[in-house]
């Protein structure tokens, strides 16, 4: 023996995940849309709610920018009123210096819903887009 250990095969150890180990092919758009962060704290005895906006957006996250910085948990909710877009769960990945938070979410936004999302969009890139009510 060499001294090492040896690895076991184990099923597990090649496991992985779409969304959190290969997905890298959703790019960001820029977007400006008022939001909403919901979270519990306190032992889930109390529901926060802080007003906040997306900046950038794609389908598995956003960059989103606070306007004071606070404890933010792991794990948030996050409200899109102007779009009627309600709860999308959030993983928090990274906290910036300058009140931008990266956040990734637990489902994938559909199609329809970025289309409803950039619709309601300030930003001048999502200027001429229109809402398809048949969809």
């Not at 180990?21 to 939001?35: G, I, L, Y």
């Not at 989103?64 to 948990?73: C, F, K, R």
Request: glycine fraction near 2%; aromatic fraction near 8%; proline fraction near 4%.
């Amino acid at each position: 023996m060499n001294g090492a250990a040896p690895v076991l095969q184990h099923f597990l150890n090649k496991e992985e995940s779409f969304m959190y180990d290969r997905e890298t092919s959703f790019p960001m758009e820029d977007t400006r849309n008022e939001a909403r962060i919901e979270y519990t704290e306190k032992g889930m005895t109390q529901l926060s709610s802080r007003r906040c906006e997306i900046i950038k957006l794609s389908k598995s996250g956003a960059l989103i920018s606070i306007l004071t910085q606070y404890q933010l948990p792991q794990n948030f909710y996050l409200d899109i009123p102007s779009a009627r877009i309600q709860m999308v769960g959030c993983l928090l990945k990274r906290v910036h210096a300058n009140n931008v938070i990266e956040a990734r979410f637990l489902r994938m936004l559909t199609d329809r819903d970025l289309n409803r999302i950039f619709v309601y969009s300030s930003h001048p890139n999502h200027r001429n887009r229109t809402l398809d009510i048949y969809r």
